[in-house]
């Protein structure tokens, strides 16, 4: 089978969800914008408040998509005889693919918001360029992705017990780096690093959880 | 029985075919496959029988790469199968429950398979979808155990993959749709033929489909080879109780009936035409076994030899 066809098959699975995703998102930033505008009384918070959902909307659809990844199209790829290593690497791609898919579609929206909000008397901050925007939400994406999937994968390779100690891992890595980097804290700016300049570091703990990733699937067995 | 191990050991390495030697895959428990090696000649239809839990399927899920060895080579055209690409493209392992495909509808299974089989055949699928009265638009969780096997048969079929490996592929069929199976396999076998290695508890049915059977018993290859062989060498003895009664306490004694003075004995070994005429000299019937009958007997002789809790 070749390239291409397993790419293919990543955006049949993909692209129904990711649709969905973007509708959601569509109508979430309308109803909020209506709310605000309309019954200000319910108190939807500031229009930056808007991003930071939109941000969390695709942070929690990215986590579910991951998880199916590893428990779902993981035996179903191998069931139709591909190899593990073509599974990963086309996984991964695809995964970086919709994280960029993403960026761009949540930092058009913030544009977009920058633009048409203050005519509706919402003020919203000036916030990053529209590129670096989108690189530094791309890049927090793909840590949670690379995380979830690595989480998600030590439970079906590993079973419970050894699945809840690489969560209990995890929480401890994330407590180790943010001593170092307080701002991946991920609290200024729900769903992104604030900073850009902590980005080489997160590409770099990103391609490590590639790599170990890639560890628990080399051998991993399908259930008979 | 004839014992594989040596049989096959001097062609294990030959370049056609799908080739186990001395393959282990132990599973906590106990249960697995125990050096278990094979050679399955290409371009026939294998049947593969044995006890539940006798590690057919694992033997199928090696086959395809779906479970590594704890040791051994799995090997296929003579490469390993294991993370090779193009070898594993012409392998098609039908479970006979696939988890994954549960919320999924038969349009997109198929249409996947379609894009990761390099031979799939669409029209050979939508022909079969006819014949089984398959909704494409009906998620696979929501079809019968039967719907369920049968998408499994498409699968392997319309693959047209080099080796198809089917793991009790009519589970769940009623009569009719076993025999539209089994006529579809026989058809897309004589248009394009390759290997099928099905594993079945249904042997009446199907015996007359196998040109080999393989019987798996404890995690090992009891017997492979001419399906016909597995049962000439058996038979019947059916005479009076006088006359068969030490026979009882013989070791290829599989089954004993006893029909008032009368005794009908099931030897798994009565090959030797000598003792055939002496047998037949002193009244006694013989008659063949049907590969059914022989099976269920060798399957109880070997759970009461099991008795006692003795492992593998």
């Known amino acids: ?224 | 029985m004839t014992d594989l191990r040596v049989e096959s050991s001097e062609d294990v390495h030959s370049p056609t075919g799908m080739e186990l030697f001395r393959v282990s895959k132990v599973y906590r428990g106990g249960q697995g496959v125990y050096d278990a090696s094979l050679v399955l000649n290409s371009q026939a239809i294998h049947g593969m029988i044995g006890a539940n839990g006798s590690g057919k399927s694992t033997l199928l899920a090696l086959m395809a790469g779906q479970q590594f060895p704890d040791s051994g080579q799995v090997l296929y055209g003579g490469i390993p199968v294991h993370e090779h690409a193009h070898t594993l493209s012409n392998i098609c392992l039908v479970k006979t429950h696939e988890r994954s495909w549960e919320n999924y509808t038969l349009k997109q299974i198929f249409s996947f398979a379609a894009l990761l089989y390099p031979n799939w055949d669409a029209g050979t699928a939508e022909e079969l979808m006819d014949k089984f009265q398959l909704n494409a638009k009906k998620k696979y969780k929501n079809l019968s155990r039967g719907g369920q096997s049968m998408a499994g048969i498409i699968k392997g079929l319309a693959s047209r993959a080099s080796l198809t490996l089917l793991d009790e592929p009519v589970i769940g069929l009623d009569a009719s749709m076993r025999e539209i199976f089994y006529k579809a396999l026989l058809e897309d076998y004589s248009r394009f033929p390759r290997t099928f290695v099905m594993t079945t508890h249904l042997i009446d049915e199907s015996e007359n489909l196998f040109e080999y059977i393989t019987y798996v018993k404890k995690g090992n290859v009891a017997y492979h080879g001419p399906a016909e062989d597995l049962s000439a060498k058996a038979s019947y003895l059916t005479g009076a109780s006088s006359l068969l009664e030490d026979l009882t306490k013989d070791q290829r004694t599989l089954h004993v009936e006893r029909l008032g003075g009368r005794l009908l004995l099931a030897l798994e070994d009565l090959s030797d035409p000598s003792e055939r005429k002496y047998w037949l000299d002193k009244g006694i019937e013989l008659s063949p076994i049907p590969l059914q009958k022989l099976f269920v007997y060798m399957t109880q002789r070997d759970a009461a030899n099991n008795e006692g809790g003795g492992k593998r």
């Open chain 1, 1 to 224: 089978m070749s390239f291409r066809n397993l790419m293919k098959f990543h955006w049949k699975d993909y692209r129904r969800a990711a649709l969905t995703l973007f509708i959601v998102l569509f109508f979430v930033d309308i109803l909020q914008v209506v709310l605000w505008r309309f019954s200000p009384s319910l108190d939807t918070g500031d229009a930056n408040n808007l991003f930071g959902i939109n941000r969390v909307i695709i942070l929690i659809f990215t986590v579910i998509n991951v998880i199916v990844t590893a428990s779902i199209t993981f035996p179903l790829m191998i069931g139709f005889s591909v190899t593990r290593r073509n599974f990963y690497t086309t996984t991964l791609l695809a995964l970086v693919l919709f994280c960029i898919s993403a960026g761009f579609v949540e930092s058009l929206l913030f544009e977009l918001g920058k633009s048409i909000l203050p005519t509706l008397e919402m003020e919203v901050s000036s916030g990053k360029p529209f590129l670096t925007h989108w690189y530094v939400f791309t890049v927090s994406l793909l840590l949670v992705a690379l995380i979830t999937l690595l989480i998600s994968s030590s439970f079906v390779r590993l079973g419970a017990m050894l699945g809840t100690l690489s969560v209990m891992l995890y929480v401890g890595m994330l407590n180790f780096f943010a001593n170092y980097l307080p701002s991946i804290d991920f609290i200024d700016e729900p769903g992104m690093v604030p900073l850009v300049s902590d980005t080489p570091l997160l590409l770099i703990v990103i391609a490590l959880l590639g790599i170990i990733g890639w560890l628990l699937y080399r051998r991993a067995p399908v259930k008979v």
